[in-house]
């Protein structure tokens, strides 16, 4: 085997500001993240003999045109892992939560299950909550990107969880939420996220200003923004670059998004801005439906509208079949485009 500074894997890169950007990794950086990930090492799950381990999720080689969920099945007692290979196509984490793990799990005894662990991208608390209560047990969630290898941080298993944090570090890495200038800002303020530390790619493939951008003073910038707790957990909050600037005030997609889905017709939602004369931006939503759901847009915006500040709820809310997404199943905000009469009507 090479040196572990050897360049092992190029992955499409998750900056959606640098298209189409490769992310670099080495092979130290991949060594840390197959075998059990990073997260998880130094962490007991006690898979104990009998039972089974599953794995959820896209596959692992990224070349997924649909959320397979393809489920490993892992058993101790022998060693053996044997993939069962469910398909629910183009599914969100949100939706796998809601509709896809029953099916998933119809054919194994799913009462003794323990834990489970949630990354890709965010789980709304609702989502969170009603698996939870279905299933009798613990969701953990975590983050990273391409560009960590991909895990970052962790709500580890021997701690304290908080529902909607991505919690704390993985071992050997670091985390601050920092301002415009790269300073650190101060526990309950929202800055950008920044990670150090062996997991951080090389760069980008032959994108040398793209990398000078996204790694300073030694910290890659992930163009996510958080805060921290005074616990040292942190919270994602939005993509820089989602944010909606409505007369002045920051309005963040996500919260938006969050009561959205407590509604019990939204099958998924995303927030945007769209142009407006004076406010520079207003605040609107598409939305999905469940099947079968009989409601109107007024009743959406009502909705929102009594469980968040005045200058946060979505004016505008239109109704759509599907919601774009990546490879991934991750829902594509900017790929949403309000339609002609929702636009005008701002």
């Known amino acids: 085997m090479g040196s572990l500074k050897t360049l092992a894997e190029i992955l499409p890169g998750c900056r959606s500001e640098v298209p189409p950007g490769r992310a670099v990794l080495e092979v130290r950086d991949v060594h840390l993240r197959f075998g059990g990930i990073r997260a998880l090492q130094g962490v007991s799950f006690d898979v104990r003999r009998g039972e089974l381990f599953a794995i959820i999720g896209p596959n692992g080689a990224g070349k997924s045109s649909m959320f397979n969920c393809l489920s490993s099945v892992y058993r101790p007692q022998d060693g053996s892992i044997e993939f069962l290979g469910h398909e629910l196509t183009r599914k969100t984490p949100a939706e796998v939560a809601r509709t896809g793990i029953a099916r998933m799990f ?63 570090p993985i071992d050997g890495v670091e985390m601050k939420a920092v301002d415009e200038d790269g300073r650190e800002v101060p526990p309950g303020e929202v800055g950008e996220i920044a990670i150090r530390g062996h997991n951080v790619m090389k760069g980008y493939w032959r994108r040398p200003e793209a990398t000078a951008e996204a790694i300073r003073r030694g910290w890659f910038h992930t163009g996510d923004l958080g805060r921290i707790d005074e616990d040292g957990y942190f919270f994602i909050v939005d993509r820089k670059k989602d944010m909606v600037i409505r007369g002045g005030y920051n309005v963040y997609p996500r919260e938006i998004e969050e009561v959205l889905y407590e509604h019990p017709a939204v099958r998924e939602a995303a927030v945007i801005g769209v142009p407006h004369p004076e406010l520079g931006e207003e605040v609107a939503a598409a939305v999905a439906l469940v099947a079968g759901a009989d409601v109107e847009e007024r009743e959406i915006v009502d909705f929102v509208k009594g469980q968040l500040a005045a200058y946060k709820y979505p004016r505008l809310v239109w109704f759509v079949d599907e919601l774009p997404k990546g490879p991934t199943g991750k829902i594509l905000r900017r790929e949403v485009t309000a339609p002609d009469h929702v636009a005008a009507a701002s």
Do not use: W
Not at 124 to 139: K, L
């Open 106 to 168: 119809q054919n194994f005894d799913a009462s003794t299950l323990r834990v489970c662990v949630s990354g890709g991208a965010a789980l709304p608390v609702e989502v969170m909550r009603n698996f939870e209560r279905a299933f009798g047990c613990s969701i953990l969630e975590g983050y990273g990107l391409s560009e960590t290898s991909p895990v970052a941080s962790f709500n580890h298993p021997e701690r304290e969880r908080k529902p909607g944090s991505i919690g704390t």
